[in-house]
């Protein structure tokens, strides 16, 4: 009662709840007449956590939860414990096929209309970096990091299939430890382009750590004013969307979907185009992104379960911890294993990008105010599970939205899996974890890997539709070995979808690279590529105010690029790799010719430029007024 005199109302209404639900251990350390200004500011905190979260009941309602959740974990039971799964509706398409190409189709008019939503509160723990993850180079040749990459094919997209009058839109989730260094990136950097109105960044809170199974929300370890927060995992995402009205404005302003997407995936937006066809044709409310999954890799499976005693039926991720016990009770005494026929597990595996119908999500967000299920997920000190290791918390995950799903709506999720190569690999593993995982058969997520795998997709997709491109050997640093074919890296202003690359390359079998080439094409100009030889490293330079770029009869060889081991002092983001680019010889083709190192070029490159649609066209530049410099 004595603090009654310097808090504020609310503070001291709050202590006062918190005494009562038998958080008495907060303030055992008060003394009356000292410390007022510390016992101020953890009130302060604690408020704070009772004010970010969701429910009503603030802070009260976490304890409750937690007290509940940690009594259901106590006793060991299977939270998933009646539930039959089997393998649930869906399409998988392989690129370059006539069924991925009809999918993109119908896809394509729907980017217009479609927002993207960023997670990206994670610290990557489990990736040693001390930066944030979007501020991560995405690959060595043009050291372009996540966030630049990200929101440059948003303009991209926005640029080919936009609509007139509306901008796309992007929602990136920060959190304490992610918002100062997100916001740094983007004010230096200008947005990468992006209109500062069509960003919108949502803070997630941490919530308290919780010390027992009598829910005792935990002190910081070295100190008694301060309350020891974790965070709440991806989940809050769809709480926030809610709260800071962003689904709402989305659906004012007439988008029709949502994707959800990870902080260092250089590979999703591929398969975007295809994925919404996929929600258009089979009318879904919600779309998984998936993978083949290889049985125990740590990647959640899409499963459809199906209720033995109520026949409730639901289509969600089963984290991949539990889908071995839950297969083991159920359907398979073998329990995660891979199909012999295969060699993948039944199930696909989630990689959490996600695609929600706009209208139903944002129904629901009104009716639930996005609130996820929680979990937790203590280590306990006892045998008895009375005492945990370290404070634990409640965690909740964005792919459990359709716990939240009622009537027909819960039968309208399904899945678009795509094979990982072209759509899933991210960087959240440090490299001797990656090792480890590579040496047990399952994708190493690593930065070396993330990269390697950014240049095979472009190369497959040029593979795809008859472009000529030879394989690379495989090379090994720190111990990961990926295939180091060619290396191509596209602006996304020049093919934002792969459909968008047989407009590119018109006459592919003209087009061919060799295995240790380096090809990037940058710039936001169209670009033609007719015909090209490439044994070496060209960079194609775009310029959109002075047209199209037409590359023709072009031969290049020359030194190149290639890796090299990094030794010394070195950037965390090159250590992490063990190797920087070597830059030997480059050659530059652009709208002035052709520049830097090559040699016997057979036959030079012809050049068109147009001038933008409003202007007389101009007569194509000669291949004569090219210029060797
Ligand atoms: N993230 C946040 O924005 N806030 C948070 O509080 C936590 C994370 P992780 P996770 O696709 O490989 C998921 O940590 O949760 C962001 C699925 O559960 O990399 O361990 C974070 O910044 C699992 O089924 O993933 O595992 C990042 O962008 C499997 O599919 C994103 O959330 C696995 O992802 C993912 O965070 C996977």
């Known amino acids: 009662t004595h603090a009654k005199s310097f808090l504020s109302p609310a503070a001291y209404d709050l202590a006062c709840k918190l005494q009562a639900d038998n958080q008495g251990h907060l303030f055992s350390h008060w003394v009356e007449g000292s410390d007022d200004d510390k016992k101020t500011a953890m009130m302060d905190q604690l408020l704070k956590l009772h004010e970010s979260y969701p429910l009503p009941d603030g802070l009260l309602s976490y304890t409750a939860n937690a007290r509940s959740l940690l009594a259901i974990s106590k006793e060991g039971k299977n939270p998933l414990a009646g539930w039959v799964p089997s393998v649930p509706q869906g399409e998988v398409l392989e690129v370059g096929t006539p069924s991925y190409d009809a999918m993109e189709k119908s896809g394509l008019p729907?980017?217009?209309?479609?927002?993207?939503?960023?997670?990206?509160?994670?610290?990557?723990?489990?990736?040693?970096?001390?930066?944030?993850?979007?501020?991560?180079?995405?690959?060595?040749?043009?050291?372009?990091?996540?966030?630049?990459?990200?929101?440059?094919?948003?303009?991209?997209?926005?640029?080919?299939?936009?609509?007139?009058?509306?901008?796309?839109?992007?929602?990136?989730?920060?959190?304490?430890?992610?918002?100062?260094?997100?916001?740094?990136?983007?004010?230096?950097?200008?947005?990468?382009?992006?209109?500062?109105?069509?960003?919108?960044?949502?803070?997630?809170?941490?919530?308290?750590?919780?010390?027992?199974?009598?829910?005792?929300?935990?002190?910081?370890?070295?100190?008694?004013?301060?309350?020891?927060?974790?965070?709440?995992?991806?989940?809050?995402?769809?709480?926030?969307?809610?709260?800071?009205?962003?689904?709402?404005?989305?659906?004012?302003?007439?988008?029709?979907?949502?994707?959800?997407?990870?902080?260092?995936?250089?590979?999703?937006?591929?398969?975007?185009?295809?994925?919404?066809?996929?929600?258009?044709?089979?009318?879904?409310?919600?779309?998984?992104?998936?993978?083949?999954?290889?049985?125990?890799?740590?990647?959640?499976?899409?499963?459809?379960?199906?209720?033995?005693?109520?026949?409730?039926?639901?289509?969600?991720?089963?984290?991949?911890?539990?889908?071995?016990?839950?297969?083991?009770?159920?359907?398979?005494?073998?329990?995660?294993?891979?199909?012999?026929?295969?060699?993948?597990?039944?199930?696909?595996?989630?990689?959490?990008?996600?695609?929600?119908?706009?209208?139903?999500y944002n129904d629901n967000l009104k009716l639930t105010s996005g609130v996820m299920a929680e979990f937790v997920n203590p280590k306990y000190a006892d045998s008895e599970k009375t005492v945990f290791k370290k404070p634990t918390r409640l965690e909740c995950m964005m792919q459990d939205y359709p716990m939240v799903l009622k009537g027909d709506d819960a039968k309208k999720v399904g899945f678009t899996s795509v094979a990982a190569d072209m759509c899933f690999s991210p960087v959240k593993n440090a490299t001797s974890d990656g090792v480890a995982k590579q040496q047990s058969g399952t994708h190493p997520a690593v930065a070396f890997s993330g990269e390697s795998d950014q240049y095979n997709a472009v190369a497959k997709i040029m593979r795809s539709i008859g472009c000529n491109l030879e394989d690379g050997e495989v090379k090994e640093f720190l111990g990961i070995k990926m295939p180091a074919g060619p290396k191509v890296v596209i602006s996304p202003f020049v093919c934002p979808q792969p459909a968008d690359y047989k407009a590119a390359f018109p006459s592919p079998g003209d087009v061919t690279i060799s295995g240790k080439s380096v090809l990037i094409i940058e710039g936001k100009g169209s670009v033609v590529i007719k015909s090209l030889k490439l044994d070496g490293t060209l960079v194609i330079e775009a310029d959109e105010a002075k047209g199209e770029l037409v590359v023709d009869g072009l031969d290049v060889v020359n030194e190149g690029w290639t890796e090299k081991e990094s030794k010394g002092d070195a950037p965390e983001w090159t250590k992490m790799r063990g190797y920087t680019m070597e830059k030997k010889e480059t050659c530059t083709f652009g709208h002035n010719g052709l520049k830097g190192d090559f040699k016997e070029v057979e036959k030079e490159a012809e050049k068109k430029v147009e001038e933008p649609v409003k202007e007389a066209a101009k007569e194509p530049v000669k291949t004569d007024e090219i210029a060797k410099t």
């Open 110 to 360: 729907l980017l217009a209309s479609t927002g993207f939503v960023l997670v990206a509160g994670g610290l990557g723990e489990r990736l040693g970096y001390g930066g944030i993850k979007v501020g991560l180079p995405t690959e060595t040749c043009t050291e372009t990091c996540y966030l630049q990459y990200y929101i440059e094919t948003i303009l991209a997209i926005q640029a080919k299939y936009g609509e007139k009058g509306r901008n796309l839109e992007l929602a990136i989730m920060v959190s304490d430890d992610t918002h100062d260094k997100t916001v740094e990136l983007l004010e230096d950097n200008a947005y990468f382009g992006m209109n500062k109105a069509n960003l919108t960044l949502m803070k997630q809170e941490k919530v308290a750590a919780i010390a027992s199974n009598e829910g005792a929300i935990a002190q910081d370890s070295s100190d008694l004013w301060s309350i020891d927060s974790k965070p709440h995992g991806h989940g809050d995402v769809h709480s926030l969307m809610h709260s800071k009205g962003v689904a709402q404005k989305w659906t004012d302003a007439g988008f029709t979907h949502v994707v959800f997407f990870q902080d260092t995936n250089g590979l999703g937006f591929h398969t975007l185009a295809a994925s919404l066809g996929v929600s258009k044709t089979l009318g879904l409310v919600m779309n998984s992104l998936a993978i083949p999954r290889k049985a125990k890799q740590a990647v959640g499976a899409v499963c459809k379960l199906e209720n033995k005693d109520t026949s409730e039926v639901r289509t969600i991720n089963v984290e991949y911890n539990q889908l071995d016990p839950l297969l083991r009770d159920t359907v398979s005494k073998d329990g995660d294993v891979n199909d012999e026929k295969t060699g993948f597990s039944p199930y696909p595996g989630n990689i959490n990008q996600l695609i929600f119908s706009l209208k139903e």
